[in-house]
């Protein structure tokens, strides 16, 4: 067996909306360090909800309670500073949402921006370049750097969202059907570009598109009514999956 | 058939009926105040009562204009606005931020109390705390007014826009480690700025007009002034001086014609501008 490097750990996870009814529960798994996970299942059983507790993104609604443990690093996550969490672990949104009123250029660097960092011109223009050329959009933008971003296509936007990511060198990228509302040239492009993205970042994606995850991923979560049905290599879980429930939804019976 | 018939008839008669007065107002301001529009008008400040009385004793038309009013107006609303504006930007932005906070819901019910309140009242109000200390009518005291006026429809149009933004916006901002306050100044104000704007124009135009809040504040004054600390004149105040003066009432119509173009001017533009940020 080959050693693997956990970088993340759900630990009896829990997340509820509301007193009566958990939307995530008791989910127990490791993450391996730069591999793409993805996270499947029927729309509603809790994906985007797992998701956000990894960065806290529940902490901003004081009604939503998350129990458990989800370990960074070892590092309990759920009790450490949400601005300290978010800054480390990036996200990426199903829509894709560049600031509005920011140039292409001020949105890669608006993490800098928003964390109160300032950099040199230089640092500026390295970092700009170096995240739109690791999103392959670098080619296309670089004499437009100061129109807004929101006259770039629906795949450009969405990659222009994940430079603004990765700018801020996140140790995890979160992804919520980042290409759900995408053509799928666009779709193919940024399959592309996270298989390349993988090495510097691990990526946890939840897809509904089963051929994303078999293309993308190495490892995939098959969650049902807020549980994790069924966890392990992708590969594995296409070809021989062990829950009932996985089954079905994978060879289009439910969802 | 012959219902709907009827009913389309019958709206277009009420439409009639409610735009027939206002057609009816611009056209009397405009007929009357047309000829008083000059140079001068705008340049020179309200005649004294011996040039008046000489005027019309010749027979020559009044002379002098509102420049005093045109100063004292701008003066008072410059500095009511630069005032208004980051304290109602802070408490709006508040207001959508908290909107289940307990104190938030009383700030709310007080907005709506400010904007309720007749502004005499106001004008009183803001006698007793800035005449009184200051021991005199300024320019201070009645941008005062004109300011706690503009408050409450700043507040509400900084919250309604930032409601209306997107979430995603706010979360998008937040997930890359910002901390509210400078999400909200340099993602969500940036992109409420349209509708923020508006609502600037809007409370601006609102005001501009008002007579009552300047009445124990700014008092009035029959020459051109810059000075902040004195009493000052307002082109509301000087429409309400030659109203009770006989020998200057043509000159009503000349400023009411000046401040209904100013008020319709403001409300396109805000509109215009509206749209173009909605786009
Ligand atoms: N803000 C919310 N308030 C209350 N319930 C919610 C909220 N968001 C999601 N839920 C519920 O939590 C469950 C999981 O939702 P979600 O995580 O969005 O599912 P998925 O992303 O897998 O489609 C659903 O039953 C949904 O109705
Ligand atoms: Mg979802």
Known sequence: MESITPILEFKKTCVSYTKQTMAVKYVSATIEKNTITAIMGPSGCGKSTLLRAVNLMHNL???????????????????????????????VFQRPAPFPTMSIFDNVLSGYALNGIRLSKEEKMQTVERCLKSVALWNEVKDVLNKKGTFLSGGQQQRLCIARALAMKPDILLMDEPTSALDPIATKHIE????????EVTILIVTHNMGQAKRISSKSMFMYLGELVEYGD????????TDERTKEYLTGKVG | MVKDKLMLWSICLLATLTVVPLLAILGEVLLRGYDQLSWTFFTEPTPTAYKTM????????????????????MIMLGMATVVAIPLGILCGAFLAENN?????????????????TPSVIISIITYIWVVVPMKGYSAIAGSAALCIMMLPLIIRSTEETLKILPASLKEAGLALGGNKARVMLKVQLPAAFGGIFTGVLLAISRVIGETAPLMFTALGCSFIRFAVDKPISAVPLLIWEFFNDPNLQELIWGASLFLLLFVLTLNLSSKYLAKKWNQ
């Not at chain 1, 592309?192 to 090495?199: A, G, I, P």
């Not at chain 2, 019309?56 to 107006?73: L, M």
């Not at chain 2, 307990?102 to 907005?111: C, D, G, I, N």
């Open chain 1, 61 to 91: 609604y004081p009604n939503i309670r998350v129990d458990g443990e989800i370990l960074l690093n070892g590092e309990n996550i759920l009790s450490m500073e949400p601005i300290d969490v978010r800054r480390r672990i990036g996200m």
């Open chain 2, 100 to 116: 289940k906070n307990s104190f938030a819901q009383f700030v709310s019910y007080l907005t709506d109390l400010l904007q309720g």
């Open chain 2, 54 to 73: 000489e005027a019309i004793k010749t027979g020559e038309p009044i002379p002098g204009g509102i420049a005093n009013g045109i100063v004292g107006t």
């Open chain 1, 234 to 241: 992708t590969a594995t879980m296409f070809s021989n999956p």
């Open chain 1, 192 to 199: 592309e570009l996270l298989l390349e993205l993988q090495k």
